[in-house]
T-cell receptor, first 117, second 111 residues
Framework: GAVVSQHPSWVICKSGTSVKIECRSL??????MFWYRQFPKQSLMLMAT?????????EQGVEKDKFLINHASLTLSTLTVTSAHPEDSSFYIC?????????????FGNGTRLTVT | RKEVEQDPGPFNVPEGATVAFNCTYS??????FFWYRQDCRKEPKLLMS???SGNEDGRFTAQLNRASQYISLLIRDSKLSDSATYLC????????????FGKGTKLSVIP
């Protein structure tokens, strides 16, 4: 079945550094990918919608200059957390839908647990 | 504001019990609904889609009531491996793929 691979699974970084998270669709093309963030005991919150070949669409309250999204190909989207701070520590998850199968459910990556010290 | 509301639980049930989760959604334009399962510190995994006519997959039964904007999940003969958080998800209508997640209902199945 369709698989979404996310890397890295976990990362610890110092405050002020940048972290890049990759999301790949392994056996399907995804014109759109989604980036979510989940704080402990909270629901997944959509941060932005990544569109292949065009600018990402950010949800209200999400800083586009801090969370840089690049969707350069039909199988890869990246999220870069720039100048990370401890409050950015969270579980980041990407998801994608097979562009060739209409209304198929989203497939999630395995998530990235970010800890900023 | 588009929201999905769930009872956070936890639901602590013995093995073999039947347990039901409920969920309400506020966006009447939502077209599709799903139940996802999320284990601790893991990504959500699709459990089942929810259809208007109701649908069953083994021990799991999902139902949708569009008039009441209400979704349910029934788990029969609970197993220890069913312990997880169950997320109710509504997908926006009018061509939008945006999903709105509930905060999840935590289930613990006890030996």
């Amino acid at each position: 079945g369709a698989v979404v691979s996310q890397h890295p699974s976990w990362v610890i970084c110092k405050s002020g550094t940048s972290v890049k998270i990759e999301c790949r669709s392994l056996d399907f093309q995804a014109t759109t990918m989604f980036w979510y963030r989940q704080f402990p005991k909270q629901s997944l919150m959509l941060m932005a919608t990544s569109n292949e070949g065009s600018k990402a669409t950010y949800e209200q309250g999400v800083e586009k200059d801090k969370f840089l999204i690049n969707h350069a190909s039909l199988t890869l989207s990246t999220l870069t957390v720039t100048s990370a701070h401890p409050e950015d520590s969270s579980f980041y998850i990407c998801s994608a839908r097979d562009a060739g199968t209409g209304a198929s459910p989203l497939h999630f990556g395995n998530g990235t647990r970010l800890t900023v010290t | 504001r588009k929201e999905v509301e769930q009872d956070p639980g936890p639901f602590n049930v013995p093995e073999g019990a039947t347990v039901a989760f409920n969920c309400t959604y506020s966006n009447s334009a939502s077209q599709s609904f799903f139940w996802y399962r999320q284990d601790c510190r893991k990504e959500p995994k699709l459990l089942m889609s929810v259809y208007s006519s109701g649908n069953e997959d083994g021990r799991f039964t999902a139902q949708l009531n569009r008039a009441s904007q209400y979704i349910s999940l029934l788990i029969r003969d609970s197993k220890l491996s069913d312990s997880a958080t169950y997320l109710c998800v509504a997908e926006g209508g009018a061509g939008s793929y945006q999903l709105t997640f509930g905060k999840g209902t935590k289930l613990s199945v006890i030996p």
